[in-house]
T-cell receptor, first 117, second 109 residues
Framework: GAVVSQHPSRVICKSGTSVKIECRSL??????MFWYRQFPKQSLMLMAT?????????EQGVEKDKFLINHASLTLSTLTVTSAHPEDSSFYIC?????????????FGPGTRLTVT | QKEVEQDPGPLSVPEGAIVSLNCTYS??????FMWYRQYSRKGPELLMY????GNKEDGRFTAQVDKSSKYISLFIRDSQPSDSATYLC?????????FGQGTELSVKP
């Protein structure tokens, strides 16, 4: 149980275009989803926290107009990278939790590798 | 100073060795302490978690938390080549996870 999927697993796009990444909880309802970014040989950096039906909360330094997050249902959250630039190339990972206070029960997706050319 | 510090390695050990991975932290509000394993180009997989201080054992893995020293450890006994991965510590207070940089481990047959 507790499977989280991401789509696509890998995407290459041209500079200036937008890319949407989907995160789905397959066998549970996720009240909260998190979006992380990971650069090579570096740790996961939290970008934003997404609660179903409400606006996402962004971490300091993350541009909310550039990284649009929509958590439209209890099983789906999307991250759209708008007007992507080469410096946005990274590994994007989502996680999902089902319990309100169980912060340790984050189930991670397999990640999406974004390359902006 | 980073909230969570972890030696990035890389760490190379022979098969069967005992591996010790460590993290230090500065935020005394952290209550939950986790260890994740991440294979190359994959999402992290939760290995173990502990709440507050103490030890927890699961098979070949033992997690220790010393809140007085702000220091956590993960021990892997009888290490196997399949244990080769990046190990990330993570800590939580208030619902967010703060990760260490990750230690790259290689277990040689």
């Amino acid at each position: 149980g507790a499977v989280v999927s991401q789509h696509p697993s890998r995407v290459i796009c041209k500079s200036g275009t937008s890319v949407k990444i989907e995160c789905r909880s397959l066998d549970f309802q996720a009240t909260t989803m998190f979006w992380y970014r990971q650069f090579p040989k570096q740790s996961l950096m939290l970008m934003a926290t997404s609660n179903e039906g409400s606006k996402a909360t962004y971490e300091q330094g993350v541009e909310k107009d550039k990284f649009l997050i929509n958590h439209a249902s209890l099983t789906l959250s999307t991250l759209t990278v708008t007007s992507a630039h080469p410096e946005d190339s990274s590994f994007y990972i989502c996680s999902a939790v089902s319990g309100r206070d169980s912060s340790y029960e984050q189930y991670f997706g397999p990640g999406t590798r974004l390359t902006v050319t | 100073q980073k909230e969570v510090e972890q030696d990035p390695g890389p760490l190379s050990v022979p098969e069967g060795a005992i591996v010790s991975l460590n993290c230090t932290y500065s935020n005394s509000a952290f209550q939950y302490f986790m260890w994740y394993r991440q294979y190359s180009r994959k999402g992290p997989e939760l290995l173990m978690y502990t709440y507050s201080s103490g030890n927890k054992e699961d098979g070949r893995f033992t997690a220790q938390v010393d809140k007085s020293s702000k220091y956590i450890s993960l021990f892997i006994r009888d290490s196997q080549p399949s244990d080769s991965a990046t190990y990330l510590c993570a800590m939580s207070a208030g619902g967010k996870l703060i990760f260490g940089q990750g230690t790259e481990l290689s277990v040689k047959p």
